[in-house]
T-cell receptor
């Protein structure tokens, strides 16, 4: 069992570029979510999904898109990156508890 | 809305010292409470949890008791080790409704406390 796998681990983008952060899980959990972690602010929920084909917004959804075509994958898309999106991004699944991936550190210059 | 407040860090201790990291919360209803730990370069790992008042969560020598009367969930360890150096997050989970009408178990995190233990 790999648990929750996030790729890439590090990424540098220029303002205005687009990219997709990948999240894959092999635990067959219905619930998946994306958080961003910023210094002094803990983690904040961006988007989440309660199953394939169903997504919804969390606390800070602006600038991010998601889709969920399979149970295993939940990619996070930045359509036009901004410096304010510099952060560490965590994907998490939930069954009886939360399982977090190891994170993607994104820098937008 | 829900909120979690942790003691300001960073906290620096010598090995075998006692640790307390304070955590208080504001929430409606009866949330579940968690402590997560983040080691350098890694994601968050669940350290312990408590789901109702007076429950005590424990793991790896760490303990925390769900105190509804003081809305607190302080993390304690009697003798810390160098390997305990990490960032510790207090969190609560409540039910929220998304814009699309689905519900989710919203995790609200404190800001994190950096713990450094010296030999």
């Amino acid at each position: 069992n790999a648990g929750v796998t996030q790729t890439p681990k590090f990424q540098v983008l220029k303002t205005g570029q687009s990219m997709t952060l990948q999240c894959a899980q092999d635990m067959n959990h219905e619930y998946m979510s994306w958080y961003r972690q910023d210094p002094g602010m803990g983690l904040r929920l961006i988007h989440y999904s309660v199953g394939a084909g169903i997504t919804d917004q969390g606390e800070v959804p602006n600038g991010y898109n998601v889709s969920r075509s399979t149970t295993e994958d939940f990619p996070l898309r930045l359509l036009s990156a901004a410096p304010s999106q510099t952060s560490v991004y965590f994907c998490a699944t939930r069954d009886y508890g939360y399982t977090f991936g190891s994170g993607t550190r994104l820098t937008v210059v | 809305g829900d909120s979690v407040t942790q003691m300001e860090g960073p906290v620096t201790l010598s090995e075998e010292a006692c640790l307390t990291i304070n955590c208080t919360y504001t929430a409606t209803g009866y949330p579940s409470l968690f402590w997560y730990v983040q080691y350098p370069g890694e994601g968050l790992q669940l350290l312990l949890k408590a789901t109702k008042a007076d429950d005590k969560g424990s793991n790896k020598g760490f303990e925390a008791t769900y105190r509804k009367e003081t809305t607190s969930f302080h993390l304690e360890k009697g003798s810390v080790q160098v390997s305990d150096s990490a960032v510790y997050f207090c969190a609560l989970s409540g039910i929220r409704w998304g814009a699309g009408g689905t519900s989710y178990g919203k995790l609200t995190f404190g800001q994190g406390t950096i713990l450094t233990v010296h030999p």
